[in-house]
């Protein structure tokens, strides 16, 4: 069975540029959670999807913004981006609400 | 606010020994904890968890221990072996069912 994966792997842009990340969730998982982790701290929630609804998003700006496809896949885009926008951006999915997550290998964002 | 905190950034272990890695919270609403291990490079992967109806949850190696008047639970790992060592993040759930994640423990198993 084919794991969470995130593309791309490795990402570049400039200040004030616009970054999309992409998730596929495990096949038959329904919710989709975005986290960020800046290096030296821990994983910080930025968004839940379930099925294609926004069920919760974290203390984040609203320049950070996503969706959830009706394959259940999302993206995660960040408007304006900032240098402190520079982090590892994971993607997770999990079976039922509450349920064990399953990271992928998560997209590294790097902001010049 | 850290509703989950690891004090610990690191720790070190001889092979062999028991490793115990500690995470408290302080949220009463929490009800659901969560072990996930990040090696370099990739996402973190479930270990193992424990519902607050219960004080143990063994799995092989890996222990939780959840003590809920203290707020405090904390992974045993016995023996620890050097392929355990990676960074050791604990979580929380309550019924918003969305998981709050401490800032992590580098464990570092010494052969």
């Known amino acids: 069975e084919a794991g969470v994966t995130q593309s791309p792997t490795h990402l570049i842009k400039t200040r004030g540029q616009q970054a999309t990340l992409r998730c596929s969730p495990i096949?038959?998982?329904?919710?989709v959670y975005w986290y960020q982790q800046a290096l030296g701290l821990g994983l910080q929630f930025l968004l839940w999807?379930?099925?294609?609804?926004?069920?919760n998003r974290g203390n984040f700006p609203p320049r950070f913004s996503g969706r959830q496809f009706p394959n259940y896949s999302s993206e995660l885009n960040v408007n304006a981006l900032e240098l402190e926008d520079s982090a590892l951006y994971l993607c997770?999915?999990?079976?039922?609400?509450?349920?064990?997550?399953?990271f992928g290998p998560g997209t590294r964002l790097t902001v010049t | 606010d850290q509703q989950v905190k690891q004090n610990s950034p690191s720790l070190s272990v001889q092979e062999g020994r028991i490793s115990i890695l500690n995470c408290d919270y302080t949220?009463?609403?929490?009800?659901?904890f969560l072990w996930y291990k990040k090696y370099p490079a990739e996402g973190p992967t479930f270990l193992i968890s424990?519902?607050?109806?219960?004080d143990k949850n063994e799995d092989g190696r890996f222990t939780v221990f959840l003590n809920k008047s203290a707020k405090h639970l904390s992974l045993h790992i016995v023996p620890s072996q050097p392929g355990d060592s990676a960074v050791y993040f604990c979580?929380?759930?309550?019924?918003?069912?969305?998981?709050?994640f401490g800032s992590g423990t580098q464990l570092t198993v010494l052969p």
């Open positions: 999807y379930d099925e294609g609804e926004e069920r």
């Open positions: 949220n009463s609403m929490f009800d659901y």
């Open positions: 096949s038959g998982h329904t919710s």
């Open positions: 979580a929380a759930s309550g019924s918003a069912r969305q998981l709050t």
């Open positions: 424990i519902s607050s109806i219960k």
């Open positions: 997770a999915s999990s079976l039922e609400v509450g349920g064990e997550q399953y």
